[in-house]
């Protein structure tokens, strides 16, 4: 069975920075391009980061240029999002999500086969 299990979501103050992993079970994460997307409430579903197999292509949303950070770690079979320097702007529910094909870089979630179950990220002071 294919799984991705979101962590480390939870409330932070502006400014400040949480770390999300997405751990996958029943396939290689090595193969895929892997996106990070996020839903906050009465909005549709944002790209925020997505990388390719080969670490060749990496996109982020013009939101968090400079402040957001992806990254994959084979060997753990899991892939990171670093969030640095948080706005309230950022709270929403954050998913994983994997695309079969992994040469490129998607941005759509109509792209992507595979979801995580998500992980809310809440910035407030």
């Known amino acids: 069975q294919v799984q991705l299990v979101e962590s480390g979501g939870g409330l932070v103050q502006p400014g400040g920075s949480l770390r999300l992993s997405c751990t996958a079970s029943g396939l290689t994460l090595e193969y895929y391009t892997i996106g990070w997307f996020r839903q906050a409430p009465g909005k549709e579903r944002e790209g925020v980061s997505c990388?390719?197999?080969?670490?060749?292509?990496?996109f982020y949303a013009d939101s968090v240029k400079g402040r957001f950070a992806i990254s994959r770690d084979n060997a753990k079979n899991t892939v990171y999002l670093q969030m640095d320097s948080l706005k309230p702007e950022d709270t929403a529910v954050y998913y994983c999500?994997?695309?079969?094909?992994?040469?490129?870089?998607?941005?759509?979630?109509?792209?992507?086969?595979?979801w995580g179950q998500g992980t809310q990220v809440t910035v407030s002071s």
């Open positions: 999500a994997l695309a079969r094909q992994g040469l490129y870089i998607y941005v759509s979630s109509a792209d992507y086969d595979y």
């Open positions: 990388i390719n197999s080969g670490d060749t292509s990496i």
